[in-house]
């Protein structure tokens, strides 16, 4: 009998990302501007469709992490490095942004460790 595992991480990350689109958007916007937020909307509805993750989706994946963990920012000459000059610390939203950066670098974990998991399966089947 050959049975399929559901991508539960996956689906968490789905739902993560659709339950959190307004805040993932707000988010994305102060930080990296109008075009940060229609990635945040594409990768959104990109996740929800029922096909393999694609190399560019993985990408876009860890885009969203690197801009909701500032690692976009050294770069001086940067729009988000701009954005981020804009934000004030005290501002409520901070600590909003760094909530939702929690829940997603942990979502995003959890599928990196399930996909490499499905991988290891696929290679011993092979």
């Known amino acids: 009998m050959h049975y399929q595992t559901i ?47 694609s190399r560019t989706l993985w990408r876009q ?7 909701l963990t500032l690692e976009l920012v050294d770069d001086l000459d940067s729009l988000e490095a701009g ?15 760094c909530l939702l950066t929690d829940q997603y670098t942990d979502r995003l974990a959890d599928l990196q460790a399930e996909e490499r998991a499905d991988t290891r399966k696929r290679q011993q089947a092979a």
């Open 61 to 67: 994946l860890q885009w969203v992490s690197d801009l």
């Open 7 to 53: 991508p539960v991480a996956r689906i968490l990350m789905s739902e993560f990302l659709t339950e959190q689109r307004e805040a993932l958007r707000e988010a994305a916007t102060r930080l990296g501007g109008p075009q940060a937020a229609r990635r945040v909307a594409a990768l959104t509805r990109d996740l929800a469709q029922p096909i393999p993750i």
């Open 83 to 97: 954005y981020f000059a804009d934000l004030d610390p005290n501002d409520p939203v901070v600590e909003e942004i």
